[in-house]
């Protein structure tokens, strides 16, 4: 194959939650955009949430028999060394049979694999590290990485300094070009436009102790005239409706709307006055675009701790609150009350939040890609034309 000519090909790799999920999306868009014809196969973890998500998307994936580590019950990692082995083998395999100009990881287990595989073909890798505190395995490879896209200041502390760019995360399509009103998307979920709106997100797969606390006072949240858009995730989503009709009167229907997951999240954010979220980059991403007020309960066992690692950088800067997760059945609901009812403390926290807003984060990701490549190319092509005399 002549590889002056023709598209490039790339693989995007990552996922586990929507918050690698979305993003991968938004990258292959944007790159194709600037080039039709480019093919991009996208490479996950078998069972996972983008195995289902990406086609859904229109692009193809294939899967590694990859897993994380788990830290809550270390003996359940006696098998990993197996995994590993086994994804990096079937990653070469890919690289092989698809010949990759250059492989982008998002983050989640498959990333790793292809992007360490791919760095030992010499092939382009970009990696899209998305917290304020990068995880070890991105560490590693960074090192060998061809840029290192970041939406955080003081990432050197990771990554050799004249790999990283600072890009920003990237935000779904949908949610930045929405331009719905508040009251229409009150009447959408259909819901009082003059009573306070709070929109509870445990992330894509749901969050228990934010449930659980939510739960455990919703009496308290439903007399303060306080509605209620809640995605609960799809493995708490039957037992908490079970226990929301057993427990709450008849005005809890009017009052609170709950679902496993949300597809229209743009409408869901243009409702809320307030949101409680996990602290992912991606869900900081989309509240700094949304300019919401948020309160942040961090996932504890997120690797290297970097959900409470990124909720306290937006804390120092007024830009959000934070509630522990341990503290959260105590402190959660009292503290949306509190919010609810103080708009000078809500205004301070949206005109903070603003600030770390990027809308075009996958532009700047995508043009970054591009420019290496057609760098490259250009440059194999000289190579070609020019080739070096050696009579003196």
């Not at 999920?21 to 790159?31: H, Y």
């Not at 990406?54 to 270390?74: E, N, S, T």
């Not at 980059?281 to 997120?302: D, G, N, Q, R, Y």
């Not at 708009?343 to 809308?359: C, F, G, M, P, S």
Request: with cysteine; glycine share 6%; hydrophobic share 40%.
């Amino acid at each position: 194959m002549n590889e002056q000519k023709g598209s490039y090909r790339i693989i995007i790799s990552g996922g586990g939650t929507g918050g690698h999920i979305f993003p991968a999306i938004a990258i292959a868009r944007a790159l194709q955009q600037r080039e039709s014809d480019m093919q991009i196969l996208f490479v996950g973890a078998k069972g996972k949430m983008e195995m289902e998500k990406i086609p859904q998307a229109g692009y193809a994936i294939r899967a590694l028999d990859i897993r994380g580590m788990d830290r809550g019950q270390w003996w359940k990692n006696i098998t990993l060394p197996y995994f590993v082995l086994k994804s990096l083998l079937q990653a070469r395999n890919i690289l092989h049979e698809f010949k990759p100009h250059a492989v982008v990881g998002v983050g989640g287990y498959a990333s790793f694999p292809i992007l360490f595989a791919a760095q030992q073909k010499g092939i382009d890798t970009f990696i899209q590290e998305q917290n304020s505190y990068a995880g070890k395995a991105n560490q590693w490879l960074g090192k060998k990485a061809t840029r290192v896209f970041v939406a955080y200041e003081g990432m050197d502390r990771f990554f050799p300094p004249e790999k990283i760019m600072i890009t920003g995360n990237p935000v779904r399509q949908d949610i930045l070009s929405t331009h719905i009103s508040r009251d229409e998307a009150c009447r959408y979920f259909e819901l009082d436009p003059q009573l306070p709106v709070v929109l509870v997100v445990g992330g894509s797969q749901g969050a228990r102790s934010i449930n659980l606390a939510i739960l455990q006072k919703i009496e308290l949240l439903i007399s303060h005239g306080i509605q209620l858009i809640w995605q609960t995730g799809k493995w708490n989503f039957e037992e908490i409706q079970q226990r929301l009709q057993s427990t709450t009167t008849s005005s809890y229907h009017k009052q609170i709307k709950i679902m496993p997951f949300i597809d229209d999240m743009a409408k869901a954010y243009a409702a809320a006055d307030v949101v409680v979220s996990r602290a992912g980059a991606i869900a900081i991403a989309e509240l700094s675009v949304m300019e919401k007020p948020a309160i942040l309960v961090p996932f504890p066992f997120a690797a290297e701790d970097h959900q409470t690692h990124n909720a306290t950088m937006l804390v120092e800067q007024q830009a959000a609150c934070m509630i522990s997760d341990a503290e959260a059945g105590e402190k959660l609901v009292p503290a949306i009350i509190a919010l609810c009812v103080d708009e000078q403390k809500r205004n301070t926290l949206r005109e903070h939040i603003r600030k770390w807003a990027i809308r075009d984060a996958d532009q700047r990701i995508a043009d970054a890609i591009l420019q290496v490549l057609q760098q490259k190319r250009y440059q194999s092509s000289s190579s070609k034309q020019n080739p070096i005399n050696h009579h003196s």
